[in-house]
């Protein structure tokens, strides 16, 4: 395999695994608890970070995603001790976009300000829903004016950098409660919108008791009038499910697609990592359950294998043609260290059935590859 170029950006994946209530479609890592060993795992964390500092190769790292569960339910106090001890072991860069993901329902003003102060710079607020119904089937434990007055406040704090996280296809959603839905949450005015369909996973209440969903007509029209209604209150789709104001773009979820690297902390957290001398590529991830996180005599990583060459061009496109954008050519070389050759043959098919363009220097997904990305991911 060719060496990879040292440019390869640097980010960091933090996971946060409790919450106050299971919501009967999340397939995330995430478990109830009454009572959270805050301290307890804020020093495994670190722990966890030391042992994996080495993997940053002198890099500094330019993003931060604090996901969960709830992250929102750990004291400001504790981000503001865990970002500077994290910047003592493998440095963050001056302008880094630091992401926490947020729950209305643990929405408090002094919270939110004091996250604001302990160096996070972007809020990713989860409110899936402003519909009474919607939010009970769903089983948050917010309702609609406990989102409004979250979102106000994060504005209010100073969150230029803010997401609003919604779904649509819901149970029993008219395209009417979609588009009410898209219509409230641009008049709060985010800078970025998440909107993506509700699916049915395993291991999941939904799964095993299924709701009663739109059809696949109705979740067409929904999904085609959300788009342009978003478009016309001057949201740019760059991704398939996120939208953004010019500039306000997720900086730590575009080097997931741009096949960037990132180190991974907390339980169930992924992480992928180049090696800058060999080149070779090697995924992670670490302990899922949290008291086997914790637990002193078991390790941090659960699983660590390196990508192999024939694996790598799948990889790859699976995370950058979800993006809008023109891929250069260069970057699959430079992030894979593979000749572009190597996918000549995928490419020809793509383009000979309209699921993809190319130019001398890059490729672009179009409209019908993303309508059937699958299908174009296989030819990979």
Known sequence: MAESGQSVPLALYIHIPWCIRKCPYCDFNS??????????????LLQD?????????????????IGGGTPSLFAADSYAQ?????????PIARDAEITLEANPGTFEYQKFKGFRAAGINRLSIGVQSFNPQQLQALGRVHDRDEAIRAIGAAREVGFEKLNIDLMHGLPQQTLQDALADLQQAVDLQPSHLSWYQLTIEPNTVFYSKPPALPDDEHLWEIDQAGKQFIAAQGFAQYEISAYARPGFECA??????????????????????TDLRSGTITRYNKTRLPKDYLAA??????????IENAELPFEFFMNALRLNQPIAKALFAERTGLAVAVVDEPITQAKARGLLTETTTHWQTTAQGRLFLNDLLQLF
Do not use: C
């Open 31 to 44: 478990h109830e608890a009454k009572v959270i060993p805050e301290q307890e795992y804020l020093r495994a």
């Open 49 to 65: 970070l030391q042992q994996d500092a080495a993997l940053a190769q002198g890099r500094d790292i330019q993003s931060i995603f």
């Open 82 to 90: 865990l970002l500077q001890d994290i910047h003592a072991i493998t």
């Open 252 to 273: 730590h979820n575009l080097n997931y697609w741009l096949f960037g690297d990132y180190l991974a902390m907390g339980a169930g957290a992924h992480g992928k990592i």
């Open 297 to 306: 005599e078991k390790p941090f990583t659960a699983q660590r294998a390196q």
